[in-house]
Nanobody, 121 residues
């Protein structure tokens, strides 16, 4: 069974930095795109950043220039480096990945359990 496990969340002051990690484990053929989403209280879940299997990235306008998504394919891990954090970045951050379990099957979406990021003085 495929599992995504996030780590690295916590409490940070405005202007600070955090690095989130998400490791994929289990039996599968390949990981296609990987992404980070977030959901703040009372708001819909939104895409923060996404990276393809070849490293192409895109970001939400609200985080461009502050957040960087990267991946280590050898470790089946995706990262989110968050700099110059703002109170409005406070949310539960979820890792997601499009994973093909077999070579002859298309990918399905898998999600992590979420990690809390709180930006407050």
């Amino acid at each position: 069974q495929v599992q995504l496990v996030e780590s690295g969340g916590g409490l940070v002051q405005p202007g600070g930095s955090l690095r989130l990690s998400c490791a994929v484990s289990g039996s599968f053929f390949s990981i296609r795109s990987m992404a980070w989403h977030r959901q703040a209280p009372g708001k819909q879940r939104e895409l923060v950043a996404r990276i393809t299997s070849v490293g192409t990235t895109d970001y939400a306008d609200s985080v461009k220039g502050r957040f960087t998504i990267s991946r280590d394919n050898a470790k089946n891990t995706v990262y989110l480096q968050m700099n110059n954090l703002k109170p409005e970045d406070t949310a539960v951050y979820y890792c997601a990945a499009a994973i093909a379990l077999r070579s002859f099957r298309g990918p399905s979406d898998y999600w992590g359990q979420g990690t809390q990021v709180t930006v407050s003085s």
